[in-house]
């Protein structure tokens, strides 16, 4: 059975502060994994799609990596506005759904 | 209006109540999906559509039905619900091809009373 497992569960920072978010998976063949931005009451925002291991993606101030077991969501010198909780989630091969992860909830201080 | 579209933002029934949740894609996307987020929960999977036929019904009560009319509008009807059912219910769909990105909407938040 797919599993996704985030860590931590919650992460504070300070603005400029740099931290990583962990995403844990085991899949029987992985066609994708996916970051997602989730704001309050809203729905997930796309940020990156992850094919195979050793692939890499930037979008301002995030990185996104891939290695056969892991994904790891680097935040270099947050903003308040990074604040959100983040969904890492896996598509298996022939499969249709997303497997989601709980999530990572950020909040970043002033 | 852009995006995934979703209506209405925010629904409390009662669980005698029958409503339905609409979602529109202005994508040009073939496949749209329905997922469940309830608190402290990971996104759960209820159905999918591809080309407007139902390919994955994730084991979901009958009385959530879902309704494809076009590879633009999905619906979900509500009938009879319990209070466990309140959650955030989430639009999403996918270009046919290499991308396997799906794109979300705003969902709607149910409440059963």
């Known amino acids: 059975e797919d599993q996704v497992t985030q860590s931590p569960e919650a992460l504070r920072l300070q603005e400029g502060e740099s931290s990583s978010l962990n995403c844990s998976y085991t899949?029987?063949?992985?066609?994708?994994l996916f970051w997602y931005r989730q704001d309050p009451g809203k729905g997930p925002e796309f940020l990156f799609t992850l094919y195979s291991a050793g692939e890499e993606k930037e979008k301002e101030r995030l990185k996104a990596t891939l290695t056969k077991k892991e994904s790891f969501l680097h935040i270099t010198a947050p903003k308040p506005e990074d604040s959100a909780t983040y969904l890492c989630?896996?598509?298996?091969?022939?499969?249709?759904?997303?497997?989601f992860g709980k999530g990572t909830s950020l909040l970043v201080t002033p | 209006e852009t995006g995934v579209t979703q209506t209405p933002r925010h629904l409390v029934m009662g669980m005698t109540n029958k409503k339905s949740l609409k979602c529109e894609q202005h994508l040009g996307h073939n496949a749209m999906y329905w997922y469940k987020q309830s608190a402290k929960k990971p996104l759960e999977l209820m159905f999918v559509y591809n080309f407007k036929e139902q390919t994955e019904n994730n084991s979901v009560p009958s009385r959530f039905s879902p309704e494809c009319p076009n590879s633009s509008h999905l619906f979900l009807h509500l009938h009879t619900l319990q209070p466990e059912d309140s959650a955030l219910y989430l639009c999403?769909?996918?270009?046919?091809?290499?991308?396997?990105?799906?794109?979300f909407g705003p969902g709607t938040r149910l409440l059963v009373l």
């Open positions: 989630a896996v598509l298996r091969d022939s499969g249709y759904a997303l497997n």
């Open positions: 899949v029987s063949g992985l066609r994708g």
């Open positions: 999403a769909s996918k270009a046919e091809g290499l991308s396997e990105t799906q794109y």
